[in-house]
């Protein structure tokens, strides 16, 4: 308690107020979340408050905290399922409190102040942008390949009700994550002929392809897409595009006046992807051929790469 009592003897802390607490108590919703030590958070040799050390505490504290908003979003049953209002630490807030304790004049007790973070999709606007289809496309496959099936019904759930605003770009890697097994994607030991394989996550290509015709039908800007080395069954030649996590990308940007809406879903063999806008948005949408019903042809990827070695 030395740096207390110099403190005390150059006038830092008034002489009555010799037994203030040094330790900051911080809780939230009911619960501790941290805690500051005064003498741990001060300059030696100097009343002051080392800022770096500080920031670096206000920024740890608010990931504890901090709750994402979430958007509005329509249901499976078609309903709107509400936005919900978040939140995240107060850090003007909390930096004069913090300052209020630091100089013996403030309790050392402090409920976390909070700021609200709101959605940036609100039940409103989710109405308004689900009105009018303005791309639509559907490719088919095999639902008896369980792991296939699995894992587009996965990624067509990352992207499905996604809202692009005017300006904006998408990119399908970063909507839909990498695929890992911890993420719930399966290995597929059977992969559509010409597919590029990524082992765990195969399967994901459809559900990129679709999106593209989807979006090329709506008339949107394609930023980035690249096609397979070989033509693949699903789509008509040309009109993939392959990714794979930390490789190639498929990405498109809004240059409407309007936000756009994907809608997405994968079930009995049908991969569906549909953009829609408002009943105001100017759109200039493209030809784009449609494809059959008839199931790819698929291949083992064992039988997959003997067949890249012979070539």
């Not at 067509?156 to 970063?174: C, M, R």
């Not at 030991?189 to 979006?215: D, H, K, M």
């Not at 033509?231 to 756009?260: C, E, H, K, M």
Request: charged letters at 20%; one cysteine or more.
């Amino acid at each position: 308690m030395k740096w207390l009592l110099l403190a005390v003897a150059i006038g830092l802390f008034p002489q009555g107020e010799v037994g203030v607490v040094d330790r900051l108590s911080i809780v939230h919703k009911g619960h501790p979340v941290g805690s500051l030590n005064r003498v741990e958070y001060e300059i030696p040799a100097s009343s002051l408050v080392d800022l770096d050390k500080f920031d670096s505490y206000l920024n740890e504290l608010d990931k504890r905290i901090i709750q994402a908003p979430r958007n509005a979003v329509i249901g499976d049953h078609g309903g709107i399922i509400p936005e919900q209002t978040g939140y995240k630490l107060n850090k003007r807030i909390f930096t004069d409190r913090f300052y209020a304790f630091y100089y013996g004049k403030g309790s050392s007790f402090i409920d976390a102040p909070l700021t609200a973070v709101y959605p940036r999709v609100d039940s409103e606007l989710l109405a308004d942008i689900r009105v009018k289809p303005i791309g639509q496309y559907v490719t088919y496959y095999n639902s008896r390949n369980k792991n296939r099936s699995h894992n587009i019904s996965l990624a067509a759930k990352a992207i499905n009700n996604v809202v692009v605003f005017p300006g904006e770009s998408f990119s399908f890697n970063q909507s839909v994550g990498e695929r890992t097994k911890g993420r719930g994607y399966l290995e597929a030991p059977v992969i559509v002929r010409g597919e590029l394989s990524e082992g765990i996550g195969g399967g994901i290509c459809q559900v990129s392809s679709t999106l593209y015709n989807a979006t090329d039908r709506a008339g949107l800007q394609v930023v980035r897409r690249y096609s397979h080395s070989r033509n693949v069954p699903y789509v008509l030649p040309g009109r993939d595009a392959t990714v794979s996590w930390g490789g190639p990308d498929y990405s498109f940007q809004n240059q409407y006046n309007q936000p756009v809406l994907i809608r997405a879903s994968a079930g009995s063999g049908m991969m569906f992807v549909g953009i829609y806008s408002s009943d105001v948005i100017e759109y200039k949408p493209r030809e784009v051929p449609g494809m059959s019903d008839q199931l790819p042809e698929e291949i083992s990827i064992e039988a997959n790469q003997n067949q890249l070695t012979e070539q």
